[in-house]
């Protein structure tokens, strides 16, 4: 059994990981609003790009909220987890 600091580490761990990667998911949404500005992309063009963010953001959420804390960490640290925003891409039928 870990610590009260052990645990204390491992969520601030998870937590900046959550933060800078859903960061990072958010830049994809702004690029395509600003494209969509400079009227180099359509409404549906981003449309989907803000729904391929709320795949992989639904991802990253379940990955730092539903793992154990200290597992998450150690993987994080380990073997971070791969591509989020290919994670939320469209499953081709």
């Given at each position: 059994?870990?610590?009260?600091?052990?645990?204390?580490?491992?969520?601030?761990?998870?937590?900046?990981?959550?933060?800078?990667?859903l960061s990072r998911l958010v830049e994809h949404v702004a690029g395509a609003v600003d494209r969509h500005r400079a009227g180099e992309l359509d409404a549906f063009d981003v449309d989907a790009v803000i729904f391929q963010y709320s795949r992989a953001a639904k991802e990253l959420w379940k990955f730092c909220n539903l793992t154990n804390v200290e597992i998450a960490a150690r993987v994080i640290d380990d073997h971070p987890p791969a591509d989020w925003w290919e994670r939320g891409a469209p499953r081709e039928r």
């Open positions: 059994m870990s610590s009260k600091a052990e645990r204390r580490a491992a969520r601030e761990k998870v937590g900046a990981y959550h933060e800078a990667q």
